[in-house]
C-alpha cells in the first residue's frame, strides 16, 4: 500500500526567503507526482505534475524535483510572498487511477 | 471552461438524515472522482467513474454511501443515515483521459457537518 509523508508538518518563515518542501513515498512505483495547493476551507489547484520519467518541472516560483528510485520529490518555492500562505500536498499516482495525498504541509510566509 | 463545481458548498445536518452533493466536472472530461478531506489529512479516494461505469470503490465507502453519473455528465454522492463521523470535506474531481494519469482538476469541495 502507497504511503505518502510530507515534512515538515509546519513552515514559517518571512517574505522573500526561498524554501523547500519534502514529501517522500513508499512505492516507487509510479505514475506521476502532483502537487497542490490548499487554502483554508477551498478545494485543491493543482501547482505541478511530474511524469514518472521527468526529473523535474517548473511554474513561475515554482520548481518541482522527482527522484523516484529514492521515492522523493521536492517543491522549491523561490523568494516566497505572504500570498504563498496555505497548505501544500502532494499526491501520488501509482496508476490506479486514484492519488495517494500526504498529510500537507501549512505554510505560512509573514510580511 | 468554469472549471469543476460542486453544490452545494456547505451542508449541515442531524445525525440520522440522507444528504446529496451533486458535483459537475469539466465539460468532456471522461473520469470523475470523489474524495473526502477531515481537518488535518490529506484527501482519501472514496470512487470514481470512467463515463457512467463505477470502476472502483474504497473500503471508505460504506454501504450507507452511494455514487452515480448518469449519462456519464454530473455526479451525486448520496449519503443515507448520517453519521457524526461523516462529518468532512467532499471533494470532487476530474479529468480528461481514460488512462487515469492525468491531472486531476478539483471542485471547491462540500463541507458536511453532522449534528
Known amino acids: 500500500k502507497q504511503e505518502v509523508t510530507q515534512i515538515p508538518a509546519a513552515l514559517s518563515v518571512p517574505e522573500g526567503e526561498n524554501l523547500v518542501l519534502n514529501c517522500s513515498f513508499t512505492d516507487s512505483a509510479i505514475y506521476n507526482l502532483q502537487w497542490f495547493r490548499q487554502d483554508p476551507g477551498k478545494g485543491l489547484t493543482s501547482l505541478l505534475l511530474?511524469?514518472?520519467?521527468?526529473r523535474e518541472q517548473t511554474s513561475g516560483r515554482l520548481n518541482a524535483s522527482l527522484d523516484k528510485s529514492s521515492g522523493r520529490s521536492t517543491l522549491y518555492i523561490a523568494a516566497s510572498q505572504p500570498g504563498d500562505s496555505a497548505t501544500y500536498l502532494c499526491a501520488v499516482n501509482s496508476g490506479y487511477s486514484t492519488l495517494t495525498f500526504g498529510k500537507g504541509t501549512m505554510l505560512l510566509v509573514s510580511p | 471552461d468554469t472549471g469543476v463545481s460542486q453544490d452545494p458548498r456547505h451542508k449541515i445536518t442531524k445525525r440520522g438524515q440522507n444528504v446529496t452533493f451533486r458535483c459537475d466536472p469539466i465539460s468532456e472530461h471522461n473520469r470523475l472522482y470523489w474524495y473526502r478531506q477531515t481537518l488535518g489529512q490529506g484527501p482519501e479516494f472514496l470512487t470514481y467513474f470512467q463515463n457512467e461505469a463505477q470502476l472502483e470503490k474504497s473500503r471508505l465507502l460504506s454501504d450507507r454511501f452511494s455514487a452515480e453519473r448518469p449519462k456519464g455528465s454530473f455526479s451525486t454522492l448520496e449519503i443515507q443515515r448520517t453519521e457524526q463521523g461523516d462529518s468532512a470535506m467532499y471533494l470532487c474531481?476530474?479529468?480528461?483521459?481514460?488512462?487515469?494519469?492525468?491531472?486531476?482538476?478539483f471542485g471547491p469541495g462540500t463541507r458536511l457537518t453532522v449534528l
Open positions: 511530474i511524469q514518472s520519467s521527468q
Open positions: 474531481a476530474s479529468s480528461p483521459g481514460v488512462w487515469g494519469t492525468d491531472t486531476q482538476y
